[in-house]
C-alpha cells in the first residue's frame, strides 16, 4: 500500500511541476489530468485495499467530474484564444490591476 | 524505498513508474501535440494500474473516457489554438529550476509523510470490490451525488456550449468584451488616484 | 405658605419675569423708556416687599423661615436646594440690594437719557436680571443655589460692564472681569465639591472638621477674593468703570461686589472653623485696604478713584470678618453700600454733567451743582469715617474687631488706610467741586429729578444709618454697645487729619512737595504691572503645560497615528507586489505551504 502511495506522490509532483512551468494553456490542463490521475489512483488503490466500494465510486465521481472540467476547460482557452489571440497563462494577468 | 517492497509487487512498481515516466514527458515534452499523446500513455498507464488493483470497470472507464474523450479533446484543442506562425503548437516552458525545486520538495514531503504515517501497511481486506458492489454503492449510498453528477455534466455541456460558440452580429463581440475590461482597468485607475490623493 | 414667604418667592419672580417678557417680547424692550419704567416699577414692588419684610423682621429678629425643594439627587440623597432662605441676615441684605437697585434704576433713567431706545431697554433688560440674580444669591437656602446666584450676577456684570460694547476698552474690560472672576470661581467650584463629598449637602452649617473647614473656607475664599477685588485679583474691578456709572454704582460698589462679603457671613460656620483662613483674610484684606487707598490717592479719574476706594473697603470688610467680627463686617457692608452708591451716583450726576470722568475737566463744581455736591460730600464724610455718620459706626466695629483680636500689622494698615481715605476723598471733593472751574464744567447742566430723587434717598442711610446699630446688631442675635476706646479715637483723629491735610494740600495748595511724592506711586499705579505680572502668571502656569500637551498632542499622538497610517500604506504597498496576478505565483505558494506542512507539521 505504501507503494501506491508513493507512486501517486510521484505522479502527482510531476502533474505540479507541469503546472508550475506551462505557459499554454492546454498545457496546464494536461498537468491538471496528471495530478487528477494521482488522485485517482489513491482512491482505486485504497479502496481497493480496504475492500470498500467507496474507493471507486469516488474514483469515478472524479472521472466525470475531470471530463466536465476538461470541457469548460477548453471552452475558456478557446474564449482566450479568440480575445487575446494567443493562450500564454502568464500573459493573462489582468486580475493584478 | 527498499528491495523488500520493490521485490513484494514488482509488477506495481514496473507499470507505476512507467506511468510516471509518461506523466514526466507529457509535462516536459515540447511538441503539444506529443505532450497529450504522452498524457494519454500516462493514462493508460493508470488503467493498466487499476486493472492491476482488481478494479476493472474503473480500468476499462478510465480508457474510454480519458483516453478515448479526454485526449481528443484536448487534441482538437491544441488544433484550434495554435499560432498561425507554427504549424506545430511549441510551448515554452517558464522558471522550470524554480518549479522542480518545489516539485521535488513537494514529493520528498509527501515520502515523508507516507513512510512516517504508521497502519499503512495492514494486510489486505483480503475481499476485493466486485462490479456488483460498485453499482449497488453508486446507486445506493451515493445515489444523491451520481444524480447531482449527471446535473454538472449537463451545466458543463451547456457551459462550454455557450462560452465557445462563435458570436452573432448582435452579441456582444470581443472588442466589446475588451472595452469592458478596460472600463474596468480605468476604473481601478481611478480608484488608485484617489488612493495617491488620499495619501 | 407664609405670606412671608410668598412675597420673598416674588422679588425673585417679577425681575425674572421682567428679564423674560422684554427678553421675550423684543417689541416691548425697544420701545426703550416704557420699558425702563416697567422695570423701575418692578424693582419698586421689590423695594417696597423687602420693606416689609425687613420691618416684619425688625420685629421679630430671630425667625427664621424657608421653604426649599431638594434637587440634585445623587444616590439617592438630594444635595442642593433650591428655595428661598428668610432670617435676619438675608432679609436685611434684600432690603440693601432692593433699595440700591431701585436707587439706581431711578438714576439710570436720566443718566442715559442720550442712549437710543434700543440700548436703553437692553440695560434695563440686564438690570432686571441682576436683581433677580442678586435676589436668588441673597435669599439662597444654601451654597449651591448661591453659586448660582454668584455666577449670574458675574455674567450681568459682564453683560452690563460691556453696555457700551462698541467701544473697545469696555469690550475688553468686560471680557477682563469675566475671566478673573470665572478664574477665582473655580475655587468656589472645588469648596463645594470638597463640602458635598464631606458632609454630602450644601447647607452652611454642614458638620465637618475643622481640617475640612479650613479646605473649604480656603477655596471659597479664592472665589471671594475674586469677586470682592482683593490683592490680587482686584485688577478687574478699576477696568469694570468702563461701565455705565450706574452700573459701576450697583454692581461695582454696593452688591455685587459685596457677594464675597455676604457669602462669608452666610457660611460663617465653616469659616469660624477655619481659623487660618481667618487669620489670612485679616492680613489681606488689611493689606489690601492699604494698597488700595494709596493707588486712589493718585488716580485722576473721579469713578477709578472710587473703585479702588471701593476695593479698599472691601479690604476692611474681609480684614474685619477675619478678625471675627461678623456684625462688622457685614454692618460695614451695608452702610458701604448706601455711601458708596450715593458716591458713585452724585459722581455720576458730575460725569453726565461734564461729560468726562477727568479731574481736569471738573473743579468748582459746587456752584453748578449744589445738591449732587451737597450729596458727595456727605458720602465722602461718612467714608471718611467722620463721626455720627454711618462709616464712622461701622468701621470702629471692624476696627475694634482687629484690634481685639491682637493682629498689629492689620490695625496699623486699617488706621493708616483710615487716614489716606479721607485724604483722597478730600482730594476727590476738592477737585471736583472746589477750585478753579475747567471750560467744560462752565457748560454743566444740573441733573434732573430722577437722578436728584436716588440721592436723596441715599443720603439717609448714609447719615443716619449708623445710629439704627443696636436694631441692627439685634437682626444678628448680638448685642451692641456703642464705646470708643483708643483705637476709635485714633481713627477719628486720623480722618480729621486726613481731611485737613487733603484740604491744605489740593485746597490750599500748601505743601506741594506732597503730590510730587506721590508721583511714582502714580506712575507704578496707572502702568500695567498687575496686568503683566498675570500675563506672565498666566504664561508660565497656563501656555507652558498646554504648549507641552499641544506638542505631545501633535507629534507623540498624532505621530503614532500618522506612523501607524504610514506602516499601513508601506505595508499595503509591498503586499500588493506579492499579487502578480499570475496564477502559477500562487500556485507556488500552496504548493510550497503544502510541502512545508506535510514536513513539518504534525510528524514528530
Redesign the interface.
Given at each position: 500500500m505504501t507503494a501506491i502511495l508513493l507512486i501517486a506522490s510521484a505522479l502527482f509532483c510531476a502533474g505540479?511541476f507541469g503546472?508550475?512551468t506551462q505557459k499554454h494553456a492546454i498545457g496546464v490542463m494536461i498537468a491538471i489530468e496528471v495530478m487528477i490521475n494521482a488522485a485517482n489512483l489513491i482512491f482505486v488503490g485504497l479502496g481497493q485495499h480496504k475492500g470498500a466500494a467507496v474507493g471507486q465510486s469516488f474514483a469515478l465521481f472524479t472521472i466525470a467530474i475531470a471530463v466536465a472540467e476538461v470541457v469548460v476547460g477548453l471552452a475558456i482557452v478557446l474564449l482566450l484564444y479568440r480575445s487575446r489571440g494567443d493562450v500564454q497563462?502568464?500573459e493573462a494577468?489582468?486580475?493584478?490591476? | 524505498m527498499n528491495m523488500a517492497m520493490f521485490l513484494q509487487d514488482p509488477g506495481l512498481w514496473l507499470i507505476g513508474l512507467v506511468t510516471v515516466a509518461f506523466a514526466m514527458l507529457a509535462v516536459t515534452v515540447k511538441d503539444l501535440v506529443h505532450a497529450v499523446l504522452w498524457l494519454g500513455m500516462a493514462l493508460l498507464g493508470t488503467a493498466a494500474l487499476f486493472a492491476k488493483f482488481d478494479a476493472s470497470f474503473l480500468a476499462a472507464i478510465q480508457v474510454l473516457l480519458y483516453v478515448g474523450g479526454v485526449v481528443v479533446l484536448l487534441i482538437f484543442g491544441v488544433m484550434l489554438t495554435r499560432n498561425h506562425e507554427h504549424l506545430a503548437a511549441f510551448r515554452q516552458t517558464?522558471?522550470p529550476v524554480?518549479?522542480a525545486v518545489?516539485?521535488v520538495?513537494?514529493f520528498?514531503?509527501?515520502v515523508?509523510?507516507i513512510l512516517?504515517?504508521p497502519g499503512l501497511n495492514d494486510a489486505p481486506a483480503g475481499k476485493s470490490v466486485s462490479l456488483q458492489d460498485l453499482g449497488l454503492a453508486l446507486l445506493g449510498p451515493y445515489a444523491f451525488a451520481f444524480e447531482v453528477l449527471s446535473l454538472l455534466l449537463l451545466a458543463a455541456m451547456v457551459g462550454a456550449v455557450v462560452l465557445a460558440r462563435k458570436r452573432d452580429p448582435g452579441q456582444p463581440s470581443a472588442k466589446k468584451l475588451i472595452r469592458h475590461r478596460n472600463l474596468g482597468r480605468q476604473v481601478v485607475e481611478g480608484l488608485a488616484a484617489t488612493d495617491e490623493v488620499g495619501? | 405658605m407664609s405670606p412671608l414667604l410668598m412675597a420673598a418667592l416674588a422679588t425673585l419672580a417679577i425681575p425674572a419675569g421682567m428679564t423674560l417678557l422684554f427678553g421675550v417680547v423684543p417689541m416691548l424692550r425697544r420701545t426703550g423708556k416704557p420699558a425702563a419704567i416697567l422695570s423701575i416699577l418692578a424693582a419698586t414692588t421689590v423695594l417696597g416687599i423687602a420693606g416689609w419684610l425687613f420691618a416684619t423682621w425688625l420685629g421679630n429678629p430671630t425667625e427664621s423661615l424657608q421653604i426649599a425643594t431638594y434637587w440634585l439627587t445623587m444616590g439617592g440623597q438630594p444635595l442642593g436646594q433650591v428655595g428661598v432662605h428668610l432670617d435676619g441676615i438675608s432679609v436685611s441684605m434684600l432690603l440693601v440690594v432692593a433699595t440700591v437697585a431701585w436707587c439706581v434704576q431711578l438714576f439710570s433713567l436720566g443718566y442715559l437719557s442720550d442712549e437710543p431706545p434700543n440700548g436703553l431697554g437692553r440695560y434695563f433688560t440686564y438690570q432686571s436680571l441682576f436683581l433677580f440674580s442678586m435676589n436668588l444669591l441673597v435669599l439662597a437656602p444654601d451654597l449651591m443655589q448661591l453659586f448660582i446666584g454668584w455666577e449670574l450676577v458675574g455674567a450681568t456684570s459682564y453683560l452690563l460692564i460691556g453696555f457700551w460694547y462698541p467701544k473697545p476698552a469696555a469690550a475688553k474690560a468686560a471680557i477682563k472681569a469675566f475671566v478673573v472672576t470665572k478664574f477665582a470661581d473655580s475655587g468656589l467650584i472645588l469648596g463645594l465639591m470638597v463640602l458635598a463629598v464631606a458632609s454630602g449637602g450644601f447647607a452652611w452649617d454642614a458638620p465637618i472638621t475643622p481640617a475640612t473647614a479650613e479646605i473649604v473656607a480656603g477655596l471659597l475664599f479664592v472665589a471671594v477674593m475674586g469677586k470682592s477685588a482683593q490683592f490680587p485679583l482686584h485688577i478687574w474691578l478699576p477696568d469694570a468703570m468702563q461701565g455705565p456709572t450706574p452700573v459701576s454704582a450697583l454692581l461695582h460698589a454696593a452688591t455685587m461686589v459685596a457677594a464675597g462679603v455676604y457669602l462669608i457671613v452666610r457660611a460663617d460656620p465653616i469659616f469660624s472653623a477655619a481659623v487660618h483662613v481667618r487669620e489670612f483674610m485679616t492680613y489681606l484684606g488689611a493689606f489690601t485696604a492699604l494698597f488700595a487707598a494709596i493707588i486712589a490717592t493718585v488716580q485722576t479719574d473721579i469713578k477709578k478713584v472710587l473703585a479702588y476706594s471701593t476695593c479698599s473697603q472691601l479690604g476692611y470688610m474681609i480684614s474685619g470678618l477675619g478678625a471675627g467680627s461678623l456684625l462688622g463686617g457685614y454692618f460695614h457692608l451695608t452702610t458701604h453700600a448706601f455711601f458708596k452708591a450715593l458716591l458713585f451716583l452724585a459722581a455720576g450726576a458730575v460725569i453726565h454733567a461734564v461729560h468726562s470722568n477727568e479731574f481736569t475737566d471738573m473743579g468748582g463744581l459746587f456752584k453748578k451743582l449744589k445738591f449732587v455736591a451737597i450729596a458727595f460730600i456727605f458720602g465722602s464724610l461718612s467714608l471718611a469715617g467722620v463721626p455720627g455718620l454711618a462709616g464712622f459706626y461701622s468701621k470702629d466695629l471692624i476696627l475694634e474687631a482687629v484690634h481685639e483680636s491682637g493682629n498689629h500689622f492689620a490695625l496699623f494698615a486699617l488706621l493708616l488706610t483710615a487716614g489716606l481715605t479721607a485724604f483722597y476723598m478730600t482730594r476727590t471733593v476738592v477737585k471736583t467741586f472746589l477750585g478753579q472751574m475747567s471750560h467744560s464744567a462752565e457748560h454743566a447742566h444740573g441733573p434732573g429729578p430722577s437722578m436728584t430723587l436716588p440721592l436723596l434717598v441715599l443720603l439717609v442711610p448714609t447719615i443716619a444709618l449708623g445710629w439704627a446699630a443696636g436694631p441692627f446688631a439685634t437682626l444678628f442675635g448680638k448685642p451692641y454697645e456703642f464705646h470708643m476706646g483708643l483705637v476709635g479715637y485714633t481713627a477719628i483723629a486720623l480722618g480729621l487729619g486726613g481731611i485737613a491735610l487733603g484740604y491744605l494740600v489740593y485746597g490750599l495748595g500748601a505743601l506741594a512737595f506732597l503730590p510730587r511724592l506721590f508721583k511714582p506711586v502714580a506712575t507704578l499705579a496707572n502702568s500695567s504691572v498687575m496686568d503683566e505680572l498675570w500675563q506672565s502668571v498666566y504664561e508660565i502656569g497656563g501656555q507652558t503645560p498646554s504648549r507641552a500637551a499641544a506638542w505631545t498632542d501633535r507629534y507623540i499622538v498624532d505621530g503614532l497615528m500618522n506612523f501607524i497610517g504610514w506602516l499601513t500604506?508601506v505595508l499595503g504597498q509591498q503586499l500588493r507586489k506579492l499579487?502578480?496576478?499570475?496564477?502559477?505565483d500562487y500556485?507556488?505558494a500552496v504548493?510550497?505551504a503544502?510541502?512545508?506542512?506535510?514536513?513539518f507539521g504534525g510528524?514528530r
Open positions: 505540479v503546472l508550475l497563462v502568464d494577468r489582468e486580475m493584478r490591476q | 517558464r522558471r524554480r518549479a518545489v516539485a520538495a513537494l520528498v514531503a509527501l515523508h509523510a512516517n504515517t495619501q | 500604506i499579487q502578480t496576478g499570475d496564477v502559477q500556485l507556488y504548493f510550497g503544502a510541502a512545508l506542512l506535510a514536513l510528524w
